[in-house]
Every structure is written in structure tokens, then in C-alpha cells.
């Protein structure tokens, strides 16, 4: 069964450096996300993605994040200047053709800021 | 903005016990609602969704939920669990028009053998 993959498991980070999440999206869906979970509190929507272009985004999603859907395959979430705040483990999920389509989510990747 | 909450946090129960986990959101029209399982060291998956239609949803591995237009609810339910489902499960309602996910905080299961 095709299944989401993320890159790396475990990021480890100085805070105010740059981190690349890496995510293979199921191959034929067409709707994006990028979710994350602070240890100990909710699942949280970042930003959604869909025919080359941000759908949606939370508030947390200010203007040190961006998402790239590079080479038709990879979907990546960069954080510019890493802060103590943003440890947490992120998720990435894909759709098939529509948005209410069932989201199938990768393994996630725990990032830790220092 | 639509919110969606799970009452229990943490439930611990033995094999063979039923089970029901509340869930309860808050938007009163039109609602897609979701469970998903998430077992140790695996990721998210889905255990069962309501759109329209009965409101009796089966899943998979025996679990069902309920919708309770009235209540505002999504009870997940199993009438015999057994230790292998010892997971975090997670309702959610689906938010907007891009696909949006909201979850709730999550209950953790811990199944006795």
C-alpha cells in the first residue's frame, strides 16, 4: 500500500538556523499538508497545498515558514530562523482528488530546537 | 472557529472491556468527522469517517462511531478491545473548504492484558 513518507525521523537544530522537513506525498494525490504537535498538545494544521499553491494557512504559519513542491514528488516545509518553540514533531499528509478525501499522513519528523 | 474536544485523556481498561471515546465539536452545520489511530512508534491512520448518511459509522478492527447531530457528537466505540489497541486516538472535524484538519487533544488507551 503507497504510505507517506518524511525525511529525516529526527532533526536536531540551533536556534535561528534554517531546517528543511522533507515529505513524499502519496504519488497520484493532489492536496498537501503540513501539521504539527508540540509534545503533550494537540495535532495542528500548518498550511495546506494545492495545484502549486498555499491554500490555507494557520496563524502559525507566519513568514518563517514556507512549503515548496519542488520536482512534482517532494513536498517540503522550510523554518528560516529556528526558534525554541517550534520543537515539535511534524507531520506531513497527503489527499487524493478531492479535499474531503481521506488524508493519509507520514511517520513525522521530531524536531528539536536547542 | 469550529473546535473539536475528547474528555477522556487517558483511559486504561482490560482486555475485553467495551469502550467509548467521547468526542464533541462545535460547528452546528454541516460536518465531516474523523477518527484516527495512531499505535506506537506507526503514524496516523484512519480508523473510520462520517460524511452524510447513517450515522452509525463502522471502521476498521471492529471500531464504530456515532454521530449525534443533536449532542454534537462522535463517540468512538468498541465492544471488546484487546491489548493490541493500545494507541492514541484522535477525533477531528474537517474545517473549510481547503481541507483543514482540527483535532482534538487526543486519549490515550492503554489496554491491559
Known amino acids: 500500500e503507497p504510505e507517506v513518507t518524511q525525511t529525516p525521523s529526527h532533526q536536531v537544530t540551533q536556534m535561528g538556523q534554517e531546517v528543511i522537513l522533507r515529505c513524499v506525498p502519496i504519488?497520484?494525490?493532489?492536496?498537501f499538508y503540513w501539521y504539527r504537535q508540540i509534545l503533550g498538545q494537540k495535532v495542528e494544521f500548518l498550511v495546506s497545498?494545492?495545484?502549486?499553491?498555499?491554500?490555507?494557512k494557520s496563524e502559525i504559519f507566519d513568514d518563517q515558514f514556507s512549503v515548496e513542491r519542488p520536482d512534482g514528488s517532494n513536498f517540503t516545509l522550510k523554518i528560516r530562523s529556528t526558534k525554541l518553540e517550534d520543537s515539535a514533531m511534524y507531520f506531513c499528509?497527503?489527499?487524493?482528488?478531492?479535499?474531503?478525501?481521506?488524508?493519509?499522513f507520514g511517520p513525522g519528523t521530531r524536531l528539536t530546537v536547542l | 472557529a469550529q473546535s473539536v474536544s475528547q474528555h477522556n485523556h487517558h483511559v486504561i481498561l482490560s482486555e475485553a472491556a467495551s469502550l467509548e471515546l467521547g468526542c464533541n465539536y462545535s460547528?452546528?452545520?454541516?460536518?465531516?468527522l474523523f477518527w484516527y489511530v495512531q499505535y506506537p512508534g506507526q503514524h496516523l491512520q484512519l480508523l473510520l469517517k462520517?460524511?452524510?448518511?447513517?450515522?452509525l459509522v463502522k471502521g476498521i478492527k471492529g471500531f464504530e462511531a456515532e454521530f449525534i447531530k443533536s449532542k454534537f457528537s462522535f463517540n468512538l466505540r468498541k465492544p471488546s478491545v484487546q491489548w493490541s489497541d493500545t494507541a492514541e486516538y484522535f477525533c477531528?472535524?474537517?474545517?473549510?473548504?481547503?481541507?483543514?484538519?482540527?483535532f482534538g487533544q487526543g486519549t490515550t488507551l492503554q489496554v491491559k492484558p
Open positions: 499528509a497527503s489527499s487524493g482528488g478531492t479535499r474531503t478525501d481521506t488524508q493519509y
Open positions: 504519488s497520484n494525490h493532489l492536496y
Open positions: 497545498f494545492y495545484n502549486n499553491e498555499i491554500s490555507e
Open positions: 460547528y452546528g452545520g454541516t460536518v465531516n
Open positions: 462520517y460524511f452524510s448518511g447513517d450515522p
Open positions: 477531528a472535524v474537517l474545517s473549510g473548504n481547503t481541507g483543514k484538519l482540527i
